[in-house]
């Protein structure tokens, strides 16, 4: 079956670097989507791998290994406004999108 | 500003009534969806629309049904609302169907059904 896993939630300090992991499992795959949503709000685009590698973007970064099923988004220079749940999805071969259950980051002074 | 509206903002209903959930985008995007989120579940998709005049079952599409007559409406409608329902659920558009075509999420409708 197709499978998305994150971590339920995490906690960080601002200005330091947190890495939220996603695991993947998609029937065929056309890449790995990051969303960020704030509490009561809808998700926005934050980015999207479909080759090896790391895809920078200021202060937030994705990273893909599509051998391993694997995907990270990096957060630098934690900020209080980063506070939010991060959501991974993997696109199949049909361009379906499989969602994980979000994992929620909580930033602490 | 350009978007999707959706309408209403949350709504109570009591189980049995039918109720339909509104969409509107203004960035003639083709394809356009329909989400439910519930807490510790990712989000599922209901129903979609890869263009006008055309829609697809998602992966819980049992108990709503959409309609899109045109590019910038998709609207859902829940025939006979039961409590199981009771969700947030999002519309969302995307300017294409295929990779690399992130989608564009309306504020939601948070429903509950009594």
């Known amino acids: 079956g197709q499978n998305i896993d994150q971590p339920t939630e995490m906690t960080a300090t601002e200005g330091a670097i947190v890495q939220i992991n996603c695991t993947y499992q998609t029937s065929g795959f056309n890449g790995l989507f990051w969303y960020q949503q704030h509490a009561g709000e809808a998700p926005t685009f934050l980015s999207y791998?479909?080759l090896d590698g790391l895809e920078e973007k200021g202060r937030f970064s994705s990273f893909l290994s599509r051998s391993k099923g694997y995907s990270y988004l990096l957060l630098k220079e934690l900020q209080m406004k980063d506070s939010a749940s991060y959501l991974c999805a993997g696109m199949d071969s049909n361009y379906q999108l499989i969602w994980g259950a979000g994992t929620k980051l909580i930033i602490k002074p | 500003i350009a978007g999707i509206t959706q309408a209403p903002t949350s709504q109570i209903l009591a189980a049995g009534r039918r109720m339909t959930l509104r969409c509107t985008q203004d960035m003639r995007h083709n394809a356009m969806y329909w989400y439910r989120q519930d807490l510790g579940l990712g989000l599922r998709l209901i129903h979609y629309s890869n263009t006008a005049g055309t829609t697809g079952k998602g992966e819980v599409p049992d108990g709503y049904s959409v309609s899109r007559a045109n590019t910038d409406d998709f609207p859902l409608t829940l025939a006979s609302a039961v409590p199981s329902q009771t969700s947030v659920y999002f519309c969302?558009?995307?300017?294409?169907?295929?990779?690399?075509?992130?989608?564009?999420f309306g504020n939601g409708t948070r429903l509950t059904v009594t």
């Open positions: 969302a558009s995307s300017d294409g169907t295929g990779a690399n075509s992130p989608l564009h």
């Open positions: 791998n479909v």
